[in-house]
Structures are given as structure tokens and as C-alpha cells.
């Protein structure tokens, strides 16, 4: 059973903007953190951004270009990623803890140079 469910991946020039979407439960959205990790090829995942209420928490590779917001409406967690490039290059993985362990299945996201 698929508990996060995330879109918005794709290929895009470097310099270009992608948003990813993770939508999930009222149950799972309304007491965790959520969070945007990422894996490139060879390399372990790490961490990209989180949000606890609104209080957000970013990699330094990515602050001041990518921005985590939520809406609570919908129990959805976004990743706005502007000025993409190549190293940006991974799977990005959508993650809801700690009351429980929750991962999206992932979505591709290539810059090409």
C-alpha cells in the first residue's frame, strides 16, 4: 500500500524548474515531518529539505534554490527546485517520521547540461 505518493519529476535544462509534489494522508501528513531525499547514481541518499509545522530545514547545496512548503488542505508536501543543475541529477524520495517510517517510491529528476 502505497502511502506517499509523489510527482512532478522530469528531464530540464540546467538553470531551469521543476516542482515535486508528495501527497499522502490526513493521518500520516498532520504529525509528522515531512522531507525531500534524494539518491544519485553511486552516491547514498541524502537529506534535501524538511518541514515541521513551517519551520524548514534545507542541504546547503540546495538553500537559496530549492524551497519545501506544505499545503495543509490538501496533506501535501511540495519541493520548489529553480536554478536545476546537472548535480541535481537523482531520485527524489518523499519521507514522512518520525511517527513512522514512510518513503514515496521515488521520481526521477535529470538536468541536463
Known amino acids: 500500500q502505497v502511502q506517499l505518493v509523489e510527482s512532478g519529476g522530469g528531464l530540464v535544462q540546467a538553470g531551469g524548474s521543476l516542482r515535486l509534489s508528495c501527497a499522502t494522508s490526513?493521518?500520516?501528513?498532520?504529525?509528522?515531518?515531512m522531507g525531500w531525499y534524494r539518491q544519485a547514481p553511486g552516491k547514498q541518499r541524502e537529506l534535501v529539505a524538511t518541514?515541521?509545522?513551517?519551520?524548514?530545514n534545507y542541504a546547503d547545496s540546495v538553500k537559496g534554490r530549492f524551497t519545501i512548503s506544505r499545503d495543509n488542505a490538501k496533506n501535501t508536501v511540495y519541493l520548489q527546485m529553480n536554478s536545476l543543475n546537472p548535480e541535481d541529477t537523482a531520485v527524489y524520495y518523499c519521507h514522512a517520521g518520525p511517527y513512522g517510517d514512510y518513503w514515496g517510491q521515488g521520481t526521477q529528476v535529470t538536468v541536463s547540461s
Open positions: 518541514i515541521a509545522g513551517w519551520t524548514t
Open positions: 490526513a493521518s500520516i501528513f498532520s504529525i509528522n515531518t
